[in-house]
């Protein structure tokens, strides 16, 4: 076990590096001289031209890169342009607000999606099999943003049940049901568009169970039905679920920008947002970079959970 | 069959192939045959695309057929609700006729969809075939680099390319390009491995056919269908990144609107004029559901073995 979680760490420093140097390149590619942003119109070129030795952007560029990633690694991303104060310390302000929403998202995604996969397997071409596949192609289709505004629609201004956006409301102080109020929304609308094609991707993986021997087995020992699909046909299911709830992770992590943007709830994806309408450029690269590497390490814990889930991974 | 006549002709060693064309000919046209017949028997499937077809009319036509000039600002009538006189989707921020804004605005979210999935299908492809083919070390750097965009989250990359880039529908293009090669390239890869093995191939091969030959006469043919059902999945995929962009306000500068912007700037009257928010998402919805509905038919109809999820 010890060396297959070795093994498995040692293999994402690649796509690791792939990723610094992607985000570098994008760095790079932002158009002007970062030398005189940063001292402005009235600066001189001698000023300039010091400026730019002291950045270290007369380097060649492997070199640059190499600099930057050592101040990358020691959590320095830069300065945001409008706040000034460092990238990393904003992100890190608005890290709880995503984990909490990406985390609730997908427990709404998993306590839908799940079941109604389950039972889409078990009566393939019933109605409940018919109607997953439809909300499956609806979610798909649907821009998470559109699905907000329908909800703070329906549920705050017509109904009047939720608050229309923000974290907290200034008045209440901070309180847990406070937050609660305010998360439901987003999170549900973050959460239903991946339901489906959560549920679509347990059904198949079920059903790929279904038809192994051991449930057959199962079934002609007598056991009941309900045994052998939730104990029998759902704990082999487990690893291709793992990998799909990793994978919609990515999706949740992506669409959380978007969610955050029209819920004005303020994590990583806000900044992003607000990074891109006062065209902060580091807040926004450090926030890609920050997102993607959250993504890998999701990944990787999924990884590393097959090797618990499935002992035949570890040793094959 | 006169191309086959010809070949036979014109290359001696590949009279044997001559079936073996034809044989590659049918299964064209029984790709273009159970296609018609898939959209003839399922209602929806044709209801998507004619639906498609009208939108691309609409956005082609629409200098002549915008009932008001989409940029004709009129403070008076700001915010006015759907059904209007004269204006029958209401009006925005600015007073400016939502349809017509809508059908200009169809002019920009189109290419800005259809042109990434286009490309992205023949890069993807070109890059899944040559990965697969080759083999080795070539294929082994292309698959992690492929790895690495596809590291990112879901539109992150585009979003962070298109940040840098500036806003601009070639940039939005571009953005929701990238991201959609790798899929296309790793289908593509895993078909030609596949593929490779096969008797046909291997046949192909004994004959001493080259390998462009092997490539665009034997695995491409039988790629055609994986190719198209994930053209057309793929296109409802970048229906949404693209108007997700627009809507992160990366896509067109004002007063130009693609549907995402629109739908960002009625955001804002939510309260009192709803429909300036709803209605333009409503038609990315709709535009992405017609692709998704079209990918699912295909998929039904020409590969039972490819899964239905």
């Known amino acids: 076990m010890r060396r297959y979680v070795a093994v ?8 690791l590096v792939g990723i610094s140097v992607l985000v570098f390149a994008l760095v790079k590619a932002v158009p002007g001289d970062p030398a005189s942003a940063l001292l402005g ?8 031209a010091m400026l730019r030795d002291a950045l270290g952007l007369e380097k060649p560029l492997p070199m640059q890169y190499a600099l930057w990633l050592k101040k990358a690694l020691a959590a320095d991303l830069g300065r945001s342009i409008q706040k000034r104060v460092p990238v990393t310390d904003l992100l890190f302000s608005r890290l709880r607000n995503t984990v909490m929403l990406t985390v609730t998202a997908m427990a709404f995604a998993l306590a839908l999606g799940l079941p109604a996969g389950v039972l889409a397997a078990r009566r393939a071409g019933s109605a409940l099999d018919r109607a997953t596949m439809v909300v499956a192609l609806f979610g798909n289709s649907m821009p998470v943003f559109w699905l907000g505004i329908l909800l703070i629609l329906v549920f705050s201004v017509h109904l009047g049940w939720f608050p229309t956006g923000g974290t907290a409301s200034l008045r209440e102080g901070p309180s847990f049901g406070n937050t ?4 439901i929304l987003p999170s549900l609308a973050l959460g239903l568009v991946t339901v489906g094609g959560l549920a679509r991707l347990t059904r198949s993986a079920m059903l790929e169970i279904v038809g192994q021997d051991y449930i057959r087995t199962a079934r002609a020992k007598g056991l009941s039905q309900y045994r052998t699909i939730w104990y029998h ?13 990793g994978a919609q992770f990515g999706f949740l992590l992506g669409g959380a920008v978007l969610t955050e943007t029209v819920f004005g709830w303020t994590g990583i994806g806000l900044l992003i947002y607000e990074g891109i309408a006062t065209r902060d450029l580091p807040v926004v690269l450090g926030g890609v970079l920050f997102v993607a590497l959250a993504f890998v390490i999701v990944n990787l814990v999924t990884d590393l959970m097959y090797g618990y889930l499935d002992p035949r991974i570890r040793y094959g | 069959m006169a191309r086959s006549l010809r070949v036979s002709q014109t290359r001696p060693e590949a009279s044997g192939l001559s079936t073996e064309n034809r ?3 049918t299964l064209d046209r029984s790709i273009t045959g159970r296609l018609r017949k ?11 695309l004619v639906f498609l077809v009208l939108i691309g009319v609409a956005a082609l036509m629409a200098p002549q057929i915008a009932p008001h000039d989409p940029y004709e600002v ?8 759907i059904g209007t006189p004269g204006h029958l989707l209401g009006t925005d921020e600015l007073g400016r006729d939502i349809a017509s804004r809508l059908l200009w605005g169809g002019r920009i979210s189109l290419p800005v969809a259809i042109i990434p999935t286009v490309v992205a299908l023949v890069v993807g492809t070109a890059v899944g075939l040559a990965s697969g083919y080759v083999g080795g070390s070539p294929d082994q750097v292309i698959m992690r680099v492929l790895d690495v965009v596809m590291a990112f989250p879901y539109i992150l990359l585009a979003i962070g390319i298109a940040a840098v880039l500036g806003p601009g529908i070639f940039n939005a293009i571009l953005a929701v390009t990238v991201i959609g090669i790798p899929v296309i390239a790793r289908l593509m890869r895993s078909t030609v491995l596949s593929l490779r093995e096969q008797e046909f191939v291997l046949a192909a091969t004994a004959s001493g056919a080259t390998t462009s030959r092997i490539l665009f006469r034997h695995i491409l043919p039988n790629s055609v269908s994986i190719l198209i059902v994930y053209g057309s999945l793929g296109a409802g995929a970048k229906v949404i990144a693209s108007a997700s962009l627009g809507f992160l306000g990366l896509g067109v500068e004002p007063p130009q609107a693609d549907w995402g912007s629109m739908l960002a700037a009625g955001r804002v009257h939510l309260l009192v004029a709803p429909h300036a928010a709803t209605v333009p998402g409503l038609l990315i919805f709709a535009f992405a559901l017609a692709f998704n509905v079209l990918g699912e038919a295909f998929r039904d109809a020409l590969d039972p073995r490819m899964p239905t999820s």
């Open chain 1, 8 to 15: 498995r760490i040692l293999s994402t420093l690649p796509v």
């Open chain 1, 41 to 48: 119109p009235e600066a001189t070129p001698q000023d300039v």
């Open chain 1, 180 to 183: 609660l109020r305010h998360l």
């Open chain 1, 233 to 245: 046909a759902l704990k082999n299911a487990a690893v291709p679920i793992v990998t799909i709830v």
């Open chain 2, 23 to 25: 044989l590659i000919r």
């Open chain 2, 38 to 48: 898939s959209l003839l028997s399922d209602p929806f499937a044709m209801a998507a």
């Open chain 2, 74 to 81: 009129n403070l008076m009538r700001r915010l006015s609700p």
